[in-house]
């Protein structure tokens, strides 16, 4: 028996949750989405992250098992798949207890803390002792992560899809319920997946009001400072970021950024990007050469993108709208790539169950 299934949403989201369900030969794929990998957009969050893997879930949430259950996926795939633009990366993280209080400093608290759940999950991790601290900094830490070239991982994503049979197709989806009548076989839908993101907010059936954006202005260099750097947060304004990271194959380097709730906004803030660069030269002095300040990084991108925040956390469950089973992804603010292995995997769960109760129906 066959299963036709269709994913509203081509971001991270919408893709791994493809990929999963793609190695089921049974799956009949149909993905739908208005932007796909190569377009930038203030609609479409995947494409601006970093991305990388810094783990923020509080310990015993969803978010945390999620987060954990992801690690051991990108860590397989960026040893045996080269191509998908995932390299390993050292990684520095510096707390600041005066951030606590901050939008920047209450999202970091799990990275940042001393003694986090995850140093048990990424290798290498190791407390830098007090005396080698910079004046400011409480703790730091370093570890090994990922960094994810999201201009080569997505478009890889896709092709393992495609190699499977997949079919991607442009669309723009007014009710969720219309996203049933689009697989490629001309049939209707047995479920439907909805990644559409931030765009839960509007879509109709959904019009989840829970869903917000946290903006995030980003700077895209071709300098190459070697580890990964995050701060619990800056001088300059709490809902101010400060994080460096080089993506895989000549991906170019992220310099953030910002964490600005409920703020829209698409275009670059041009004294945003000054403040963004200057600190991290300032964290960071070898991103540049001596003597240098933000004339000795070579730009190749300013950028915003919106986390697609939801109060509550991330929406994983069945619904029913219309007559057409919905399975429910979406809602991963700033760590849509670190937990998208474990999302993807319970709404994988979720369609099987979905598709168990359809199959008994037809016997
Ligand atoms: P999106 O990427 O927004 O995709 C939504 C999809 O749905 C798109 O294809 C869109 O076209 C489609 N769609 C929406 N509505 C419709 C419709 N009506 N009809 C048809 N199609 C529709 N995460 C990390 O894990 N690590 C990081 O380092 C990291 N850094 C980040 C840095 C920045 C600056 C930003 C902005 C985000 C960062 N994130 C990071 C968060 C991450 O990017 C998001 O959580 C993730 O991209 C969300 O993916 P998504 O697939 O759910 O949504």
């Not at 990684?91 to 990275?111: P, V």
């Not at 479920?191 to 995030?216: E, F, H, I, Q, W």
Request: glycine letters at 10%; charged letters at 20%; hydrophobic letters at 35%.
């Amino acid at each position: 028996m066959s299963n036709n299934i269709v994913i509203l949403g081509a971001g991270v989201t919408g893709l791994t949750t493809a990929y999963l369900l793609s190695q089921d030969p049974a799956n009949k794929i149909t993905v739908i989405a208005k932007h796909m990998p190569g377009d930038y957009d203030i609609e479409y969050a995947s494409p601006w992250a970093g991305a990388n893997y810094m783990p923020v879930g509080k310990e015993g949430s969803n978010h945390h098992a999620w987060e954990r259950a992801t690690w051991p996926a990108l860590k397989a795939l960026c040893e045996k798949y080269p191509e998908a633009g995932i390299h390993f990366r050292d990684s520095l993280i510096y707390n600041r207890k005066k951030d606590q209080e901050s939008a920047t400093g209450q999202w970091f608290s799990e990275l940042v803390q001393p003694n986090p759940w995850y140093k048990d999950v990424v290798p290498d991790f190791e407390a830098i002792p007090e005396s080698q601290l910079a004046p400011g900094i409480d703790n730091a830490q370093k570890f090994t992560s990922v960094c994810i070239n999201t201009a080569v991982y997505l478009p890889w994503l896709i092709g393992q899809c495609v190699k499977t049979g997949a079919v991607f197709k442009r669309a723009v989806v007014k009710h969720i319920s219309e996203a049933a009548d689009a697989h490629h076989s001309g049939q209707k839908a047995d479920v439907v997946v909805n990644c559409t993101g931030l765009a839960s907010k509007t879509l109709g059936g959904v019009l989840d009001d829970k869903m917000y954006p946290a903006r995030g202005q980003i700077v895209v260099v071709r300098n190459d400072p070697g580890e990964m750097v995050s701060v619990s947060g800056t001088d300059d304004g709490e809902d101010e970021a400060l994080y460096i990271m080089t993506r895989a194959a000549g991906g170019g380097t992220i310099l953030g950024g910002s964490y600005q709730k409920h703020n829209w906004d698409a275009l670059p803030d041009p004294n945003l990007a000054n403040r963004i660069m200057k600190r991290a030269i300032a964290i960071c002095p070898k991103l540049v050469k001596e003597g240098e300040g933000i004339e000795g990084l070579s730009i190749i991108r300013h950028g915003v993108g919106l986390r697609p925040l939801r109060d509550g956390g991330p929406r994983v469950e069945k619904d029913q709208v219309d007559g057409v089973k919905i399975v429910h992804n979406y809602g991963h603010g700033g760590f849509g790539y670190q937990a998208s292995f474990g999302c993807a995997e319970d709404a994988v769960s979720l369609v099987n169950e979905v598709l168990q109760s359809k199959n008994l129906s037809k016997l």
